[in-house]
């Protein structure tokens, strides 16, 4: 009986906290059309970012906006594509997790005829209205022959991997080895994976220095990794080794300020997150659009670090 | 016990004491074959800094593994200190950055965090009768939780002051090293030497019979709980000051670092047994192949099977050499 009593009461606290929360982040307009945005994570400023951009775009179409985080976890977002498929939402946005996992749910979009946005990443077989994505092959192009032409067109550099597997880790790779074929006189002494993470970046550019301790540059796949790079170069930062990273995330944008961080090829998950907003209401109300739409990427330095919002 | 067998060696005596201390110890044998293995196949690797480098590396994994040994040996478990390490950096850094109170308000604010959430999950485990994998798994998603809640999911710059951890005294000792083998001493005390640990090894024996002995269960496993959340905030505070700043998304994934650690270590899931020292061994051997597979350009791909591989090996060794 008092198991019982208990377990009401624990369901109806449960309950309230659910749509006090729910109030909290819920719609930010107040007219008809509904639309849903499921981001990979919130644990990582990049979405974040995306998610303001998102949001702010649809305020000003006064669309509602559901935004969920599927936490890294491609199962978990597969259940909320399925959740907005049976909300009837008049399109959605979804950032993939993992580009194959997100098809079968985004199949089921398809069938219940509801317009599907990528944002950043693509949904491999199921068809999606369009994909909003940084150009990340071009991105590692300039990234290669920024940090090519600060050392001269000749030396050694350290790259430093994203989480080994995913899209941007792969495209930047290839688009920085592409970018270095230019320049015969670098040489790549050490590549090593550091997660996306800047205490592995910390960690492992630490490492690398103890068997390269010579090295003029170092390309890290993004700011975070940048910035642990430069933690564990010191005073080097930016005056005998030159770091590049990727994003243009806040804390990278101070290090260009700094000069610690030579350049960052900046995303702009903010316009991403706007540029997916608008292409799903136009989606939704039936207008054509673009089969890709592609954010551009843009080298920030010193010198126009300035004028450069994220 | 090992040091007091190499004192009473004489100098004929001094290799076979070596090789027993190795044979008592298989977590040892393990860290001493691979250090071993590491300097023949890269050159870089024996030297003193990097041997520095390893130690800074191991420290953060150590802290947070010499807290779960508490909990290990009491035959629980704590999945949730890389959260509750991350909810503590960020609250120090949010607290002293964004509203500016003193850094040692700051500090106080940030342990006292680390120590309520491992009272939480002992309340869980204690009085709601919870098993510990579902209290700390609980723990682990309100602790990452409340500390993207706290930083918007940004990070937030660590006062000066206390980054001064995660640097070098005199340029060469780091100091997270220093802290480290602090927080390995105090474990090790308390473990050997109080009341608290004691019972901590009779509970992980056999919690009915540490409980008709007349030891107050439930009271000590909120003790346990909350050393274990205290040493998760020393990490954090550790881990944001290396790179002066504090993240929600740190340490993610650190708890099976921690957990491993403990296990190759020597002790045991299921309580009983385990030992400061073999936790900091376990901490280092991890600490020296993460360095060692960079030192050696090992690929991406690879390096996490071998990983793996270290670490089953290693726990190996030390069951058979109990089983022999």
Known sequence: ?310 | MATDTLKSSTDTGRAPALRRMLLDNGALTALVVLAVAMSFLSGDFLATQNLLNVGVQAAVTAILAFGVTFVIVSAGIDLSVGSVAALSATVLAWSATNQGLPVWVAVLLALGTGIACGLVSGALISFGKLPPFIATLAMLSVGRGLALVISQGSPIAFPDSVSKLGTTIGGWLPVPVLVMIAMGLITAVVLNRTYAGRTMYAIGGNEEAARLSGIRVKRQKLVIYALAGGFAAVAGIVLASRLASAQPQAAYGYELDAIAAVVIGGASLSGGVGKASGTLIGALILAVLRNGLNLLSVSAFWQQVVIGVVIALAVLVDTLRRRA
Do not use: W
């Open chain 1, 1 to 310: 009986m008092r198991t019982k009593q208990l377990s009401v009461a624990v369901a109806a606290v449960a309950t309230l906290a659910l749509t006090a929360t729910a109030c909290n982040s819920g719609s930010s307009g107040s007219s008809d059309m509904k639309v849903g945005l499921s981001v990979s994570t919130l644990n990582n400023p990049f979405f974040v970012q995306l998610k303001a951009g998102a949001q702010a775009e649809a305020k000003k179409e006064g669309v509602s906006l559901t935004v969920t985080d599927a936490q890294n976890d491609a199962s978990q977002q597969s259940n909320q594509i399925q959740n907005f498929t049976s909300q009837n939402v008049k399109s959605m946005i979804i950032n993939p997790v993992d580009s194959d996992a997100a098809g079968p749910a985004v199949k089921a979009a398809n069938n219940a005829n509801i317009p599907v946005v990528a944002a950043d990443r693509t949904v491999n077989k199921a068809d999606v209205a369009t994909t909003v994505a940084s150009d990340n092959v071009e991105g590692g192009k300039l990234a290669a022959k920024t940090i090519a032409e600060a050392i001269g067109g000749k030396g050694t550099i350290l790259v430093l991997q994203g989480t080994t597997g995913t899209s941007a880790a792969n495209e930047r790779g290839k688009g920085f080895t592409e970018g270095l074929k230019a320049y015969p006189g670098i040489k790549v002494v050490a590549s090593q994976p550091a997660d996306f993470d800047r205490t592995k970046g910390l960690d492992v550019t630490t490492n690398l220095l103890q068997a390269h301790p010579g090295v003029n540059g170092v390309f890290a796949q993004n700011d975070e990794m940048a910035l642990g790079a430069i933690k564990a170069l010191g005073s080097k930062a930016g005056k005998s080794v030159k770091v590049v990273g990727f994003d243009g995330t806040p804390d990278g944008l101070t290090a260009v300020k700094d000069g610690t961080l030579l350049a960052s090829v900046a995303q702009q998950p903010k316009l991403l997150g706007e540029l997916a907003v608008q292409n799903a209401v136009k989606a939704a109300k039936g207008e054509k659009i673009d089969a890709t739409v592609k954010v551009p990427v843009k080298v920030v330095t010193k010198d126009n670090v300035a004028g450069f919002a994220g």
